[in-house]
């Protein structure tokens, strides 16, 4: 049994203030959410302008003239992809109200609510050309394979800030990366969405909410 009067000396308790203090590693504090958001935007920013060096945007931009309702889903699916991948990084910091959560919920029924429109395109635009069965699954392809890599940067950065609801902001990281390859999609998408090619869509983004759930929330837990 120790001693009293060597726990009560005032010399002791600061030895054991300086041996607990010794082993100390300074934390570095995380950066704002909205500044982390504009980090990992620059990667979609990246792939937007390397699509458009190759593609152009000529094809895109004639497209949406001739059919508003697409050039709406893009803007929806752009809001969408950032007020996700904003609402997970303000999850990641504790203390923040669930609330975050329903962020993006005004840019996703803009990009669901115009996309919809896809499903009348021979009423709304008759003779446009339509995506066939081959074309729409390479687009389920290509939101897939692009979802990959912006969802696994969004892990790293988000696996410091330890979030203390895994699987709630991992939905939001496959809300926001599928959200952003939807976007980057319209840049080579050469045919007027129809509800196959719209079906497909949802496919795609059901697919990397699920896959973000299933496996980014350990991955999350785990940090």
Known sequence: ????DVMSDPRSHAALIDRLG????????????WLR???????????AAGLLMHYGAGPML?????????????????????????????LGVPGRRAAWAWLPLPGALL???????GCLR??????TELAGVHQSADCLLFIIGFSVPLSALLIVLLRRACPLRPVRVAVLIGLASAAASASLLEICHAFDSAATDLLTHALAVAVVVAVNAAMGGRLLSKA
């Open 111 to 117: 990009w669901i609510g115009a996309s919809g429109l």
């Open 62 to 90: 004639r497209r949406w003239a001739a059919t508003p309702d697409l050039a709406w889903a893009g803007i929806g699916a752009v809001v969408t992809a950032i007020s996700a991948a904003w609402a997970a990084f303000a």
């Open 22 to 33: 010794t082993d100390l590693v300074p934390v570095r504090r995380l950066l704002p959410p």
């Open 37 to 47: 958001t504009a980090g990992w935007l620059l990667l979609v920013a990246a792939l």
């Open 122 to 127: 021979t009423w709304i635009a008759p003779g």
């Open 1 to 4: 049994m120790e001693n009293p």
